[in-house]
């Protein structure tokens, strides 16, 4: 029986020649440092041999929370092989935020920074976790020290495509952050269609500037350049300048929208610099069609926006060349994030889960081979997010187009009721995003004792502007219905934003939740 390890799929894709250089990095003292495709072969044997060697029970979870470094993917490359699930969390949680997820998770094996092993390890152990290893961003700890005992062979263990290959847990903005079971065959066959969608070609060489503990940074990026036999130009930490430089030695760059603005601060994006460029994609969080915009002016590139979750990975794509099942549309357009992927189905349905027609505004529905086995222990709440035929409710709220475009209007736990009407903060936001004076805006919805809930608007001024917040609202009742129109707005220095660039909302609604109470 082929074993469906996605380990072995990515292992195959790797050169002939294993002594070319995999991925190209520094080290944090500076230091140039190069990764040939055999090092990620022997390391991860090594670390796959070391899980082995513990006896793990079968399906064990290997927690993660270090700094990114080349090791770290090493690491889930590692977990793959020995057929373990890989955990990946954020670098930012606390001790509570910890404490949840592995009593939660119950991980057999969790690694952590070598400063942060004092309280991790007293959470684990308290937790029946039996091993915990340390792992640093410069090449150090107890990890790569067990791991340097082990061979540097290692065959992947045997799995199935419906074995779980990782958890990753949702943000949790509502309620219990929620572990989403992703299988083998998930993460593969989106990896394998992403390569064909996006033109990958021989030669092809990756800017990795995202993080690891999140589907974009740990899956459609790293995966998509192994596949491909790709080169990384690996960046442990975002760097606006050192990312421009890269370019010139680079043809793909993924990013969220925030990366994308920071560059267009800098000078040295030019025409030239980008001009050994193929392709630069953005997802994560919606990206403004003014920075869509921006970048084409100054770069000469439209930027393919594309959108996905932590249960599905990617679901949709502005398309990377004509696109034969949408009569052959070849446009990347701004504000959209393209087509369903081949493989994807995906339908828009009312509150009362009937199909709604083209343009119409509805909860958007998805089915397909990257679709999750459903929530870490969570029966119920898995059963809850799937309609009895078998189809995921992503809980965004978009339309598609005539021409098949999908646009996302916004979460449907965004969504504001306000008298009885529906309102789309995302809206109401390309409206105050367009007013002389306003780079970026944020609807939220708080309680109000005559209309249930009303909007609450708060913007950041573009340098130098002083909008006026009462000139914006009155501004507004011009161009929009009433019931739309925020009751109060605020200028602020900066939106509360998360690792990935999205904006937390939930912190804004509980920041102005007593506003009219």
């Known amino acids: 029986m082929r074993s469906h390890n996605l380990f072995a799929a990515l292992r195959a894709a790797f050169p002939s020649d294993l002594d070319l250089v995999a991925v190209e990095t520094t080290a944090p003292d500076g230091t140039a440092l190069n990764?040939?495709?055999?090092?990620?072969?022997?390391?991860s044997a090594r670390m796959a041999n070391l899980l082995a060697s513990l006896a793990l029970p079968?399906?064990?979870?290997?927690?993660?929370?270090?700094?990114?470094?080349?090791?770290?993917?090493?690491?889930?490359?590692?977990?793959?092989?020995?057929?373990?699930?890989?955990?990946?969390?954020?670098?930012?949680?606390?001790?509570?935020?910890?404490?949840?997820f592995i009593g939660n998770a119950e991980p057999a094996v969790v690694v952590c920074?070598?400063?942060?092993?004092?309280?991790?390890?007293?959470?684990?152990?308290?937790?029946?976790?039996?091993?915990?290893?340390?792992?640093?961003?410069?090449?150090?700890?107890?990890?790569?020290?067990?791991?340097?005992?082990?061979?540097?062979?290692h065959q992947p263990v045997a799995r199935t495509a419906d074995d779980l290959a990782a958890i990753l847990y949702t943000s949790g903005t509502t309620g219990r952050s929620k572990g989403a079971m992703l299988t083998h065959g998930n993460l593969l066959s989106n990896a394998v269609m992403l390569k064909d969608y996006w033109g990958w070609v021989p030669g092809d060489v990756l800017i990795h500037a995202l993080p690891i503990f999140h589907v974009h940074g740990l899956?459609?990026?790293?995966?998509?350049?192994?596949?491909?036999?790709?080169k990384m130009i690996w960046l442990a930490k975002f760097e606006p300048k050192a990312?421009?430089?890269?370019?010139?030695?680079?043809?793909v760059f993924m990013g969220v929208p925030t990366l994308y603005v920071r560059m267009l601060a800098e000078p040295?994006?030019?025409?030239?610099?980008?001009?050994?460029?193929?392709?630069?994609?953005?997802?994560?969080?919606?990206?403004?069609i003014e920075t869509f915009t921006a970048w084409q002016q100054r770069t000469g590139h439209t930027i393919l926006e594309r959108y996905g979750m932590s249960e599905t990975i990617m679901l949709t794509s502005n398309p990377y060349a004509a696109d034969a099942r949408y009569g052959g549309q070849d446009e990347r357009r701004g504000a959209t994030v393209g087509f369903a992927l081949p493989g994807v189905g995906l339908r828009v349905v009312s509150d009362a889960n009937q199909p709604l027609p083209v343009g119409e505004i509805g909860n958007i529905q998805v089915q397909g081979p990257n679709v999750f086995k459903g929530y870490w222990r969570m029966p119920e709440k898995t059963a809850e997010e799937f309609t009895p035929d078998g189809w995921f409710k992503t809980g965004d709220v978009g339309l598609v187009d005539a021409r098949g475009y999908v646009s996302i209007v916004g979460r449907s736990k965004d969504l504001i009721i306000s008298g009885g009407y529906n309102v789309y903060p995302a809206e109401v936001e390309a409206a105050i995003n367009e007013l002389p004076g306003v780079a970026e805006s944020a609807v939220v919805g708080v309680p109000h004792p005559d209309f249930g809930e009303v909007g609450v608007a708060v913007l950041v001024a573009r340098p130098g502007a002083q909008p006026d917040a009462e000139a914006i609202v009155a501004q507004l009742k011009i161009q929009l219905a009433n019931f739309k129109i925020p009751k109060r707005c605020f200028v602020v220095a900066e939106?509360?934003?998360?690792?990935?660039?999205?904006?937390?909302?939930?912190?804004l609604r509980a920041q102005y939740q007593s506003l009219f109470a």
């Open 35 to 43: 990764y040939t495709w055999r090092d990620l072969d022997h390391a």
């Open 58 to 100: 079968e399906g064990s979870r290997v927690a993660v929370q270090v700094e990114k470094s080349v090791e770290a993917m090493v690491l889930y490359l590692a977990t793959l092989r020995a057929g373990c699930v890989f955990l990946p969390l954020n670098t930012a949680y606390q001790s509570s935020e910890i404490e949840y």
């Open 113 to 153: 920074t070598p400063g942060n092993f004092g309280w991790v390890s007293k959470i684990a152990f308290t937790a029946g976790t039996q091993h915990v290893f340390t792992l640093g961003d410069d090449r150090t700890g107890s990890l790569l020290e067990r791991a340097a005992h082990h061979a540097d062979q």
């Open 219 to 230: 899956f459609v990026a790293i995966h998509a350049a192994l596949l491909n036999g790709s």
């Open 243 to 251: 990312a421009i430089s890269a370019m010139a030695r680079a043809t």
């Open 268 to 288: 040295g994006l030019t025409r030239e610099a980008v001009q050994n460029m193929r392709l630069f994609i953005s997802g994560s969080a919606p990206l403004l």
């Open 495 to 507: 939106l509360p934003r998360n690792t990935m660039g999205k904006v937390q909302k939930n912190l």
